[in-house]
């Protein structure tokens, strides 16, 4: 009777150490990711391993300020890593292939460095053959100067331009309307009996036909969030950061050995109708996509879709058209 | 007895000096727009005067990190990305000084990051002043008969 009395109480002390013990264990295992500002490390691993099928177990935290992760290209809600805090999060990946993850609340000039990769290996179910972005295709050199000789008097009015463009011989394909800036179609509406006036509200119209409002709602969320820091609020090109990054200008150049024309910027204003309208869709898709190559703007083409970036061209256009509300 | 009927005088207008309502300047409470940049590890402008029952919106601009701003008293926040700028708008009912400090932790300083909101005039600045000299005042006098 002694004997299993001790015997189950020794079960019983095993089993709630492996209940308790074997979980922590496990979590203990997943090595913990720091983030930190770029300027003192960004994140710490910045490359992780993971496996299609298999389950990515991680764990954030930070050293100085909010962070956020999220993965580019990737449906998922970004989490915030918050120093002193633990987060855990879980991911799986379908598709092997190098994901870029990236760092989702501001923090600081260099916050778009914040940057790291993770490495999916395993075998394709459905390989999608890449597809060659549209400026690709075009050949667009997208660091050209592309404005616009002439620019309309104000705002164009989309809601004018509506009545005009039914009987004009503007080609509605998506095609013509992202290879073509405003400025070309303005053009090709020469031969009509229109003023410059009408012709440019019916430009307007044609750039709203061509989004749609959910488009619209979802480049500004994605500008709000990670364009209007430097470019401004309203995309005057004021942001908070625009200051700081004319200042790193000259510092950034002397770290570029050779790149004499590749320094930080002022950013751009998108309310400049000289360079805005003599932009076309595919352009700025090119411009968001590449990056500016050494200037301050980030390469997007690793973290957003092309459905993402196709959004936010329409939104940056609405700087310079008047779209129904 | 004589002593103690000026004492409790004293006393009473001590607590005059400290309690009594003053008369209120009629106001006629307005809408206040504040525009609060936030960089680390401070607030400008740091202060803020309104008169009570003001409706007051803060415009909390960030300028390198995610910033907070919370206000004590009225229990409020609000939180500002960069490129983001968040507002704030509530009825300065409570007069007072208030705190209010960064709430979102934004680095090393974070726990000096703070401001402050003043609601109505300052009286107890005034009503302390009446005080202290009350009590020169009542010093002297009972100093008098032993000199």
């Known amino acids: 009777m002694k004997r299993a009395e001790l015997i189950s109480r020794i079960l019983i002390v095993v089993g709630i150490l492996l209940a308790v013990g074997a979980p922590l264990f496990f979590w203990a295992r997943t090595p913990l990711i720091h983030a930190r500002m770029a300027e003192d490390g960004g994140w710490n691993p910045d490359v992780i391993q993971a496996e299609v099928g298999k389950p990515l177990h991680l764990k954030f935290t930070s050293d100085d300020v909010v962070h956020g992760f999220a993965v580019g290209q990737m449906d998922m809600q970004s989490v915030d890593i918050l120093p002193g805090k633990v987060t855990d999060i879980t991911l799986n990946f379908d598709e092997p292939g190098i994901y870029t993850f990236f760092c989702t609340r501001w923090c600081g000039l260099n916050h778009w460095r914040m940057r790291g990769t993770i490495e999916v290996s395993g075998s394709s179910s459905d390989p999608e053959p890449a597809t060659v972005p549209l400026y690709v295709s075009l050949k667009l ?179 310079q058209f008047e779209y129904e509300k | 007895m004589r002593f103690h009927f000026s004492l409790l005088l004293l006393v009473m207008a001590g607590l005059a000096v400290a309690f009594v309502p003053l008369p209120v300047p009629a106001i006629t409470p307005q809408e206040r727009t504040f525009e609060i940049d936030a960089h680390q590890f401070a607030y400008s402008p740091s202060e803020l005067k309104v008169n009570t029952g003001d409706t007051i919106t803060i415009q909390l601009v960030s300028a390198d990190v995610v910033h907070g701003l919370y206000v004590y008293g009225y229990d409020i926040s609000v939180e500002a990305d960069p490129g983001q700028s968040a507002t704030l708008t509530f009825v300065a009912d409570k007069p007072g000084s208030f705190r209010f400090r960064c709430n979102i932790t934004c680095g090393a300083m974070h726990p000096f990051m703070i401001g402050k909101l003043n609601v109505g005039s300052n009286s107890w600045l005034y009503r302390s002043i009446g005080l202290a000299a009350l009590a020169v005042f009542g010093v002297t006098v009972s100093k008098k008969p032993k000199a």
């Open chain 1, 141 to 319: 050199d997208l660091d050209a100067p592309h404005d616009a000789p002439v620019v309309p008097n104000g705002k164009p009015l989309a809601i004018s331009g509506q009545s005009l463009e039914t009987n004009l011989p503007i080609d509605q394909s998506a095609e013509y309307y992202r290879s073509h800036s405003p400025y070309e179609v303005f053009e090709s509406l020469q031969n009509t009996p229109l003023t410059d006036g009408q012709r440019w509200n019916a430009v307007a119209y044609f750039w709203q036909s061509n989004t749609t409002s959910e488009s619209l709602a979802n480049g500004r969320q994605l500008y709000a969030q990670n364009c209007a820091a430097c470019h401004g609020e309203n995309g005057a090109g004021n942001g908070v950061f625009a200051d700081d990054l004319v200042q790193a200008g000259e510092a950034s150049m002397q770290s570029m050995s050779g790149a004499m024309n590749m320094m930080m910027q002022a950013p751009v204003d998108f309310t400049d109708p000289r360079r805005m309208l003599g932009a076309s869709p595919a352009l700025l898709q090119g411009k968001i996509l590449r990056g500016g190559m050494g200037t301050g703007m980030p390469m997007w083409g690793s973290i957003f879709t092309e459905q993402q970036i196709w959004d936010l061209t329409a939104y940056i256009y609405s700087f």
